[in-house]
């Protein structure tokens, strides 16, 4: 790479840096700095380096123009009132995991910050993940320097139900300032995990797969009888469950095994319910049936070990195998079961063991978006989206030493690596 400069410029009253070129060595030098407004509108380009379309593939910068935290266009487009440049270098969207806990269950802080799974009860539905998260998690600062600008977290999967995902950026220090969707998905859970934390360790109710499922098919119902009635006595439980009903959000249902896989199926055509199949580690095993159902799927953790019997099948393959298929996959971390600032690593180890390339950039871009169902926001580089960027050295489907130099988000520079 060549050397550069890395010059300053106040985004909203805060330094920060911008390049010109490439890194020296693992430094950057700074010579000069520049005055940028972004109050008044002052357009940005960033100039230079390889971009990612929506389409997963890699093309020169025509130039990007950013204004007001949007991107305003692709090429060029005008005069210019500032330029980064990227030379050599790699811009990716914002990447986005689809599925962890992170700010939910806190990678570092025990008892103490783990806030994913209230055993009390089997349902949970009332819970909202948005009123556990804390922007300090480490984690998030780690997923921000890797360039995860966005994310779904929320409640674990001890329970059946476990409550409501929320989808945040990975930049703020409130997450009501960071939130894109405070209820994103009603989280559910099948199989191994609520067998295990009611009924082995607490002995009660649910202890088997078919009584897990007569809990989902209850809430269903009885949530049904609710909304149906005129004015009736409130109940938390079910009045959360009402935008399933009316398919304003998902079921998002972890399934890591073949059978309760099709469980999950089965529940959200019984009731003609919206439905991401989360995990999906056994997803190889019956790919053309999952296709068959129309859901998506966001797989993973596939990097990691095989902690319980559920996991025996796990493979880099299943990524592949199932997009192949046509089916829409994402990729996930489950964070912080993997550390989010090993997404983009997933993908690549999930590309070298069969995923086609474009499809493993857009598993941790465009494609979780499209089913968190904010894509009109971010996941690809386009005019009038959220102006998110990963900005990388190499790229990191070919390099393991590809480091995040630069992250932006909504047209801050809210990172860089010096």
């Known amino acids: 790479m060549k050397r550069g400069y890395a010059g300053s410029y106040p985004f909203l009253g805060e330094m920060v840096w911008f390049y010109s070129g490439a890194a020296f060595g693992n430094r950057l030098v700074k010579n000069r700095s520049i005055r940028y407004n972004r ?7 960033l100039k230079g380096g390889i971009y990612l379309t ?14 007001n935290g949007k991107i305003e266009a692709i090429g060029f487009h005008g005069e210019d009132d500032h330029v980064i ?13 689809a599925h962890c806990h992170t700010g939910v269950e806190e990678q570092d802080m025990g008892f103490e910050g783990n806030d994913i799974n209230d055993v009390g009860d089997p349902n949970q539905a009332d819970v909202r993940g948005i009123d556990g998260f804390n922007p300090f998690d ?19 999967s001890a329970n059946c139900i476990g409550g409501t995902f929320t989808i945040v950026k990975t930049h703020g220090t409130v997450v009501d ?6 209820d994103s998905a009603m989280k559910i859970a099948f199989g191994e995990n609520p067998k295990r934390f009611h009924g082995e360790r607490q002995g009660k109710s649910p202890f088997t797969r078919p009584k897990i499922m007569a809990i989902h098919r209850e809430q269903i119902m009885r949530s049904q009888d609710y909304g149906s009635r005129d004015n009736p006595t409130f109940d938390a439980k079910l009045a959360a469950f009402l935008p399933v009903l009316d398919q304003t959000i998902p079921l998002k249902a972890h399934c890591h095994r073949a059978d309760d896989i099709a469980s999950a199926i089965r529940l959200a055509k019984e009731f003609h319910l919206r439905l991401t199949l989360d995990h999906v580690t056994e997803g190889h095993l019956i790919a053309e049936y999952i296709r068959d159902s129309g859901f998506p799927a966001i797989v ?3 990097f990691g070990g095989r902690p319980k019997i559920e996991l025996k099948n796990k493979t880099y393959k299943t990524a592949g195998i199932l997009s192949n298929l046509g089916v829409k996959v994402a990729i996930m971390t489950d964070a912080p079961v993997i550390p989010l600032d090993h997404l983009p690593l997933c993908a690549a180890l999930a590309v070298r063991d069969g995923m086609k390339r474009e499809d493993g950039y857009r598993a941790i871009t465009i494609v979780p978006a499209e089913i968190m169902g904010v894509d009109h926001r971010v996941g690809s580089i386009a005019p009038g989206k959220d102006a998110d960027f990963a900005i990388y050295d190499k790229d990191f489907m070919d390099r393991v030493d590809a480091r995040c130099l630069m992250t932006i988000v909504e047209g801050e520079v809210v990172y860089e690596a010096i």
């Not at 109050?39 to 380009?45: E, H, K, Q």
């Not at 440049?85 to 995991?97: N, R």
């Not at 921000?144 to 966005?150: N, Q, R, S």
């Open 177 to 182: 300032e960071m939130v894109l969707v405070k």
């Open 138 to 156: 480490t984690g998030v600062k780690e997923a921000l320097e890797a360039g995860v600008t966005t994310i779904h977290t929320g409640p674990g």
């Open 54 to 67: 929506e389409e997963g593939v890699l093309k020169e910068n025509p130039g990007i123009y950013i204004r």
């Open 39 to 45: 109050g008044r509108g002052d357009r940005v380009l």
């Open 300 to 302: 993973g953790p596939s």
């Open 85 to 97: 440049h990227l030379d050599g270098m790699f811009i990716f969207p914002g990447f986005i995991d």
